[in-house]
């Protein structure tokens, strides 16, 4: 290292170390006032304890926001033609003077960071990426932009910003948790990321492009850039299942932003699932008409009785004719509401018509109160009890479809018109004891959530009491402001947040995830959703405003789209959607994107993969192993790759129908996202989507297909051999499928 470089890496340690000391002193004065708040006591005006309170979260917040851990804090820098030079970091931070030290990467300014190329500078002159080891600056890497960059030199077809800072992190070990990019964050990806908040917004991305990562950095951004809208309103990450989750959970945390909900389709309905579904009949659960089956299942359990009934009421004998109850149940399908809302209707229709009967027998009407008293006495009527539960039962969705499910006679109802014979088949399975003992699946949940919309809540007997409660609470929060009088402006819309989020706390309806609903979604792996899973997503967001973020190429669910407009029409549509396409892989290497690209043709014709920005130097491996030893063979394969990649990670990945028979060889293995933290993970291809290891071990390739049709069989493939950062090793027993004959690949043993 020359002693110009020395020079300059200590003058960038100078302030990245000065950036640290500011950085501990904005925490400390975090910590100060939290400290002053909480010497200030319970005491005081209920106003003063609001404030208190509010502060105690901001402060909170604020600390939060802080912790940024060992990761770079500063770690890139733009000088411009004309003016001062800006360093780059993970959020702002200022001297002592109080001006900009540290500009946040989602700040404006920061963006020719990510933006600027040879061709066009943005009005840039360099661009310095810091390369880090911890707190300590170990290397530069600059690019001169303008007229300085090229001096009349052809620029390369693909352009990458930061590329020797790019490359070493690229090429480090896998810790079975993703990191953040904010550093490496590269032009096709910045776009998406700063792309505007309103409307959809679809990426399709090929294997290795970094759209998790895009779509993590998206969320964080639009809570940069949006912060009071929502804040209030929320953001939710879905990804395709919780080893997912538990592989990305770090990412925000690490921007500085804690309060993005991760979720599965799953969690968003917050059933368990304990059982699984053939793929036939995963497939028709997630039908868009599934969506009529349900709404027809619920309007099907409003109805009439079969026969008359005789109620004993203040000593008269009073008559429910079928007839009567047949009108009675139209009148309430005619209300509006939902199934359980209209309950009480029914009770009070029933009601009145018991009542007409009784004052036929009397000479004078009776007042209010007597009718009041007289419907309380009809519904305390076992009679009527029972006639209620036939004709209009208060239902919740797991008791809805646990019924359906266990009736051929009610799939036939639901279904008509709509489903096939063999369909509805597919859907009944028998009954269990009770609703809560069943097995949900999967797909179930995306129907129990439908389900939920049509029923409602059960019916409440406090509206009047509520209403009133809403009035008082009007009034107390206008009362609180007004004691209030010196707060910024910030501090006003915090003390109304807590407020009404303080209100809301004790309404259990408002904490149910079927019912919460956020100001933006974002959707990994979004090709694999159901029309009935996008249904679920559209109602929790009422503005419309999500992201995207999959592959059809990789898209191996019961419903794969063929396009992104097939998606599209299962979502509400306000404004024309945006597409946007990240085209390089950074992650795979070239050597196995040669091989999965035949694999990728044979499944999807006409979609490109995207092109690798590295090579490994070594082409994949492939073992053949006798049938009856293929755990053997799997066991010493994976000891070797675990020693080829020191203190990376293999992972082992299989047909679901192989995941037992493999275990018992390899080394202990966790259950659930557990197996992120070992050396060797065993995953099923489903398990193993959006996730990357240094190695992999592919296990029967040919069965992989065999789990799907044959062109999502073969993108369960093309998810599997992608998840490699450096090594790919195929494992088979049955005959090699024809995509993987005559590939450039290794043949050992």
């Not at 733009?78 to 500009?103: C, F, K, Q, S, T």
């Not at 009718?371 to 009890?385: G, I």
């Not at 004691?483 to 910024?488: F, K, T, V």
Request: charged share 25%.
């Amino acid at each position: 290292m020359s002693a110009d470089s020395q020079t300059e890496i200590q003058a960038e340690q100078a302030v990245v170390d000065h950036a640290y000391r500011r950085l501990e002193a904005m925490r400390a004065e975090a910590r100060a006032l939290a400290s002053d708040v909480l010497d200030q006591g319970a005491g005081g005006t209920f106003a003063n304890r609001i404030e208190r309170d509010v502060r105690m979260e901001v402060t909170g917040r604020r600390l939060a926001d802080l912790q940024v851990g060992e990761a770079g804090l500063v770690f890139g820098r733009i000088d411009p033609h004309e003016g001062d030079h800006l360093y780059i970091g993970r959020l702002a931070v200022a001297d002592e003077e109080n001006e900009p030290l540290v500009v946040d990467w989602r700040a404006p300014a920061a963006e020719p960071f990510y933006r600027a190329t040879a061709r066009h500078a943005m009005g840039l002159a360099r661009r310095r990426h810091l390369i880090l080891r911890g707190r300590q600056v170990v290397g530069l890497d600059d690019e001169l932009l303008g007229d300085r960059a090229t001096d009349g030199a052809e620029a390369p077809e693909l352009v990458l910003v930061g590329e020797g800072a790019l490359l070493a992190a690229l090429d480090r070990s896998r810790t079975g948790r993703m990191g953040d990019i904010v550093a490496t964050i590269q032009r096709e990806q910045d776009e998406i990321i700063r792309a505007p908040l309103p409307g959809i917004l679809v990426v399709q991305g090929g294997p290795g492009t970094g759209k998790t990562a895009v779509a993590l950095h998206r969320a964080a951004y639009l809570l940069y850039t949006h912060r009071f809208p929502l804040e209030r309103s929320g953001v939710l990450l879905v990804g395709p299942n919780r080893i997912f989750l538990r592989y990305i959970e770090a990412v925000l945390p690490a921007l500085g932003e804690h309060s993005v909900t991760l979720a599965t389709p799953s969690t968003l309905v917050g059933t368990a699932v304990r059982g699984t579904d053939s793929p036939a009949a995963a497939r028709i659960k997630g039908d868009p008409r599934m969506a009529g089956v349900v709404a027809r299942a619920v309007g099907d359990r409003g109805r009439g009785l079969p026969r008359e009934i005789s109620v004993l009421v203040r000593g008269q004998r009073l008559l429910l004719s079928s007839e009567a109850s047949w009108r009675i149940a139209g009148q309430a399908k005619r209300r509006p509401g939902t199934h359980n809302a209209r309950r009480p209707v029914v009770e009070r229709l029933i009601a009145r018509h018991l009542h007409r009967q009784a004052l036929e027998h009397q000479e004078e009407a009776e007042e209010e109160s007597d009718w009041e008293s007289f419907e309380e006495a009809v519904l305390r009527e076992r009679t009527v009890r029972e006639a209620l539960e036939r004709m209009w039962p208060v239902l919740t969705p797991e008791d809805l479809l646990h019924d359906l499910y266990g009736s051929p006679a009610l799939i036939r109802s639901a279904s008509r018109k709509t489903l096939t014979d063999d369909e509805q088949q597919l859907l009944h399975r028998p009954r269990s004891p009770r609703s809560a003992q069943a097995q949900w699946t999967e797909p179930d949940l995306a129907l129990l959530d439908e389900a939920s919309v049509a029923l409602g809540p059960p019916p409440t007997r406090a509206r009047n009491g509520r209403r009133r409660g809403d009035d008082a609470r009007r009034w107390e929060h206008q009362r609180v402001m007004a004691d209030l009088p010196d707060l910024d402006a910030q501090m006003r819309r915090d003390v109304l947040r807590h407020l009404e989020q303080g209100d809301t706390e004790v309404d259990h309806e408002s904490l149910d995830p079927r019912t919460r609903t956020y100001g933006h979604i974002l959707a990994d792996e979004a090709q694999d959703l159901t029309p009935m899973q996008l249904r679920m997503l559209a109602r929790r967001c009422p503005a419309g405003s999500m992201t995207l973020v999959g592959d059809l190429g990789q898209a191996s669910g019961p419903w794969a789209p063929a396009s992104w407009d097939e998606v599209l029409t299962h979502l509400p549509v306000r404004r024309p959607p945006a597409h946007t396409e990240l085209s390089v892989n950074y992650r795979t290497p070239s050597e196995v994107m040669d091989m999965a690209a035949r694999v990728l043709a044979a499944a999807t014709p006409g979609l490109s993969p995207p092109a690798s920005v590295r090579s490994a130097g070594l082409h994949p491996l492939v073992s053949e192993a006798p049938a009856h030893d293929l755990a053997g063979v799997v066991a010493v394969v994976a000891a070797a790759e675990r020693e080829s990649v020191g203190d990376g990670k293999v992972a082992v990945i299989c047909p679901a129908g192989l995941v037992d028979t493999l275990r018992p060889g390899l080394p202990p293995l966790p259950e659930g996202a557990g197996v992120l933290d070992v050396p060797v993970a065993l995953l099923a291809v489903d398990q193993a989507k959006g996730l990357e290891f240094d190695s992999v071990v592919l296990v029967e390739p040919a069965a992989i297909i065999a789990e799907g049709t044959p062109a999502t069989g073969r993108r369960a493939l093309y998810v599997a051999m992608t998840r490699t950062t450096r090594r790919l090793h195929i494992v088979h027993a049955e005959p090699l499928p024809p995509e993987l004959l005559g590939a450039d690949a290794t043949m050992t043993g």
